[in-house]
């Protein structure tokens, strides 16, 4: 008996990995039509400075609009991307939108429009051979100067070093900032900080999220500022959702954050600041 129910529990593991197969498959193919018929777009969510919350740069971050399915996550289908290797092709058409809208902003706002735009950059990008010389055809063709642009990588995109360590290196000769992203929740390595060329350090969500609380995230936010500031990196908190965070983030030295309480990701952030300091 025991082991016909596992047979029938196996049978349908079986055809839920089989389901799951055909969905990344279809998911897969939707996404080179929608590459090819322009459902993508990109949002841009400020980076702003503690405590005034006015805005330093921007995170640029891709939506997907699907005729029949709407909208669909980014969490969703960047993995998918990666996995099939579209996010190749994806990410390049996102970087060139990126360098163009920002330096139209530029033309735009002048010294009120943002100092910065990131680019978030999946591992298998940073592995491509190309990626370097993309980046720069990127600013080259926009006209943008490489240092008002921040390339956001993963600790675990990096930890392994190799390739993408050395895409990384040739990027920062050529000017362009690295930030690393979601910092605390990868293979989280102080030596990282030592053998990858970083600027910022985006100090993660779920550090964040209890810091108003005493406890361990507290802690390690506090360490994580002392870290940056002392090797002269820029500190950004991730998802600050409420005026407390924010309090208790300032306080402990962190000049620089991005979440919900100061803006949400939008097409068109409101650029108001009169003289944009370098970040
Ligand atoms: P990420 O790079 O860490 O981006 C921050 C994510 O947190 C964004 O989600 C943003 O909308 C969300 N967020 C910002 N503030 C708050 C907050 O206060 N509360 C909460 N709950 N969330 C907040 P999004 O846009 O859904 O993107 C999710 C992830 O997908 C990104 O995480 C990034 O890893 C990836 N992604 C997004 N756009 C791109 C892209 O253009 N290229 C690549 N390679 N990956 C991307
Ligand atoms: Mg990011
Ligand atoms: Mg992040
Ligand atoms: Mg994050």
């Not at 921007?58 to 609009?65: D, F, G, I, K, Q």
């Not at 360098?99 to 002048?110: D, K, P, R, V």
């Not at 919900?260 to 300091?277: K, L, N, T």
């Amino acid at each position: 008996y025991a082991a016909k129910t596992s047979k029938a529990r196996f049978r349908r593991y079986a055809v839920e990995l089989d389901d799951r197969a055909d969905e990344e498959a279809r998911l897969g193919a939707e996404m080179r039509a929608a590459l090819d018929t322009g459902q993508f777009h990109l949002v841009y969510q400020p980076i702003v400075s503690l405590p005034d919350g006015e805005i330093r740069y921007v995170e640029s971050l891709v939506r997907w609009t699907h005729p029949v399915r709407g909208f669909v996550s980014p969490a969703e289908f960047i993995p998918v991307a990666e996995r099939n290797g579209l996010i190749v092709e994806l990410g390049e058409w996102i970087l060139r939108v990126a360098c163009t809208q920002f330096m139209s902003w530029l033309e735009t706002y002048g010294e009120n429009a943002p100092s910065k735009i990131s680019v978030n950059v999946s591992a298998r990008q940073l592995a491509e051979p190309g990626f370097v010389p993309v980046v720069a055809d990127a600013l080259a063709a926009s006209g943008m100067d490489p240092d008002c642009l921040i390339v956001e990588v993963t600790e675990t995109a990096v930890f392994g070093g190799g390739v993408a360590v050395r895409a990384v290196e040739e990027l920062h000769r050529l000017g362009v900032r690295i930030a690393l992203d979601d910092f605390g929740t990868g293979h989280s390595s102080l030596t990282l900080l030592q053998t990858v060329p970083v600027d910022v350090l985006k100090v993660d969500k779920s550090f964040v999220d209890t810091i108003t609380e005493a406890g361990r995230h507290a802690v390690i936010a506090t360490a994580l500022i002392q870290v940056s500031d002392g090797l002269g990196l820029t500190a950004v908190a991730e998802g600050v959702e409420t005026a407390e965070q924010a309090a208790v983030l300032f306080e402990l030295g962190y000049r620089y954050a991005q979440g919900y309480h100061f803006g949400r990701p939008v097409e068109e952030p409101a650029f108001r600041v009169a003289g944009v300091a370098a970040l």
